[in-house]
């Protein structure tokens, strides 16, 4: 039989210890209660818990003596968590990591046993912890949506799994099961599938109470089979249908009114007239979105409705450094082309069979730096080749100075010229086919962020020369700046020497770098994780006007506390209009590895800022 994980529980307090034992063994773990500082060592050293709880006003030792102590002995210490019910002093010996502190004052002993689960949660599946320890900090590069659920349900938890994708996206449980769920606007069921749909990217889990309404009520495995088995159904469907920025028409011809429609065929047909287009026609819809799309297609081929594509198409290419998930891609209506990744032999299409969580696994487990390529010039003249028919394009890619992408896809221009001028003939236009290629100047979340404004700027109906012309001028105004957690994947990659490495490790040296023109350039450094955030603040303090409006990309590789705290610092600090969030995918991630954090600033003008802000 496995081995029951033991919980130490040195604490004064009965109730505490009894609301603890209880609750805690229900999740599969065994209690033992320490009655002094003497106990709590001994038991420590010989039990090998899974947790240590200490309370201030326990006989024979304050908690952090007791670490002390115990560190003092060599060996690999568990999580302490300290219950205080006064301010005590930190000390430069304590670590930064794997010591919690929370306040006993007014701290109910159901609270508690909440906390102490999610804190034994983020043990089990990784992540990191507010230092109030009610909010848990990870990313799905380390668990998938069906699993982390799967792990809440045995933690019972109650409270909020929230995604960093746009729009808000999360799930509500209640003692470990879910009972709701939004996307948006979108609530229920329908909102669920499309949680449940995602890979890669940030989430937080929060300690707070669930709506009382419970709008889901089906259990976990069926909820996840369904939500899979959409996924792959609405893929299939999207493939053969026109973007979901095609305007929606009613046809009311003479069979109208002798056809008999399905609940949910009624529901679409009463809100065509408040949908501005095919995406917002779904939302608008209650039922999940796979019964909601084949109805469409339904009234389609009975030519009740039209899917109707915009008359005069610009459309948007970028590169997968970007690091824009599919279904945002879906949404805004561009194509992404892939760059790869190499880990020996094996050669992955980066976001296509490569995602964000098991690249990271693949990255720390390898003995060698993974490589990366940009695409082909086939790929290019195959991805222009697809749009070209119906529209220009225009095409922005990561840094030249970093990659050769926006060079590949400037050779298929001139190289694919005599065939996109056929397509446009074919399709019966006379212009001239136009393809312009820019460099960002940027990757990951600085590029993410550009695309996102490039897309308002077509919607507001800017040509391509336009949209040049600004980008060109916006890029000199990107802040890109980041912060490495570790100097292993630098010196791997050729950028710093091995000694520097061994040496800014040893110091517990955190690089701060940053983009100039497209090149990565030092701008400064710091001692300890505690630090990065204040400096990284202080550095976007210099580079724009905190009292003016700015748009803001943050993302981080495989380091969701750190992002979180950016953000938190960043919304607190700056006029932020919105916030773009990502996770560095592998492109970048190859370079920088799994800890990084950074954040991306423009500060649009007046003008600007009317062209490129939120539509409501």
């Known amino acids: 039989m496995p081995e029951i994980p033991t919980i130490l529980v040195a604490d004064s307090v ?51 003596d007791l670490h002390r102590r115990l560190a003092a002995t060599g060996l690999d210490l568990p999580p302490f968590l300290v219950l205080h019910d006064q301010d005590i002093d930190i000390t430069d010996d304590i670590p930064e990591t794997g010591v919690y502190f929370l306040s006993s004052v007014d701290l109910s002993s159901s609270r508690l046993l909440q906390q102490v689960r999610l804190l034994l949660l983020a043990r089990e599946m990784g992540g990191d912890l507010s230092e109030r320890i009610d909010v848990l900090y990870s990313d799905l590069t380390r668990v998938s949506i069906g699993d982390l659920l799967s792990i809440l349900q045995k933690h019972v938890i109650t409270g909020r799994v929230e995604l960093a994708v746009s729009p808000e996206a999360g799930i509500w449980l209640r003692e ?68 979901l920025n095609s305007k929606v028409e009613l046809k009311m011809g003479e069979r109208f009114f002798s ?36 109805a469409i297609v339904d009234l389609r081929e009975q030519g009740i409705l039209s899917l109707i594509e915009p008359e005069q198409h610009l459309h948007v290419v970028t590169d997968s450094t970007a690091d824009i998930l599919p279904r945002q891609a879906r949404r805004l209506g561009i194509t992404v082309v892939p760059l790869s990744v190499l880990f020996g032999s094996q050669v992955f299409k980066d976001g296509i069979d490569l995602q964000p969580d098991e690249f990271y696994k693949r990255l720390v487990a390898s003995q060698r730096l993974p490589t990366t390529s940009p695409p082909s010039i086939g790929e290019f003249v195959e991805a222009y080749s697809h749009l070209i028919g119906d529209g220009d394009i225009v095409s922005v890619h990561i840094s030249t100075v970093l990659s050769d992408t926006a060079k590949r896809a400037m050779d298929a221009v001139k190289q694919g010229a005599e065939s996109f001028q056929k397509l446009r003939e074919e399709a019966g236009l006379s212009t001239m086919p136009l393809i312009r290629v820019v460099d960002s100047w940027q990757t990951t979340i600085g590029l993410g962020m550009m695309i996102h404004l490039v897309v308002r700027m077509v919607e507001r109906g800017l040509s391509a020369d336009e949209i040049v012309r600004r980008l060109e001028d916006q890029r000199k105004r990107y802040h890109l700046i980041f912060s490495v957690d570790t100097l292993e994947y630098l010196q791997k990659g050729g950028r710093i020497g091995k000694a520097q490495a061994m040496l800014g490790a040893l110091l517990g040296i955190k690089p701060i770098l940053g983009l100039k023109e497209g090149e990565v350039v030092p701008i400064d450094r710091v001692r300890g994780g505690r630090n990065v955030t204040p400096k990284l603040i202080s550095i976007l303090k210099e580079k724009v006007r905190p009292q003016r409006p700015v748009f803001v990309g943050i993302g981080h590789a495989s380091a969701p506390r750190w992002a979180a705290k950016l953000r938190e610092a960043i919304i607190e600090e700056f006029q932020v209009i919105e916030v773009f969030e990502s996770q560095i995918g592998p492109i970048v991630g190859t370079h920088v590895g799994p800890g990084t954090v950074g954040a991306c600033f423009f500060q649009p003008s007046e003008e600007e800022l009317e062209l490129l802000q939120p539509r409501p």
Do not use: C, M
């Open 14 to 64: 009965n109730e505490r210890r009894r609301v603890l034992g209880l609750g805690l063994y229900e999740g599969g773990y065994e209690v033992i209660n320490a009655v002094n500082g003497e106990e709590a060592i001994r038991f420590t050293a010989g039990l090998n818990p899974t947790l240590v709880l200490v309370h201030t006003g326990l006989e024979g030792g304050e908690p952090l």
């Open 176 to 243: 470990g099961a879910v009972v709701d769920a939004y996307w948006g606007k979108v609530r229920g069921r329908k909102a669920f599938n499309r949680v449940a749909s995602l890979r890669g990217g940030a989430f937080t889990i929060q300690l707070e109470t669930p709506p009382e309404e419970r709008r889901i009520d089906l259990d976990l495995t069926s909820l996840v089979t369904d939500a899979v088995e959409e996924k792959f159904q609405l893929d299939e469907l999207f493939r053969d249908l026109p973007p």
């Open 259 to 294: 056809l008999e429609f399905t609940a949910t065929q009624r529901e679409i047909l009463s809100q065509v007239q408040n949908a501005r287009n095919f995406f917002e026609l779904i939302d608008l819809v209650p039922e999940v979105d796979l019964d909601v799309v084949k």
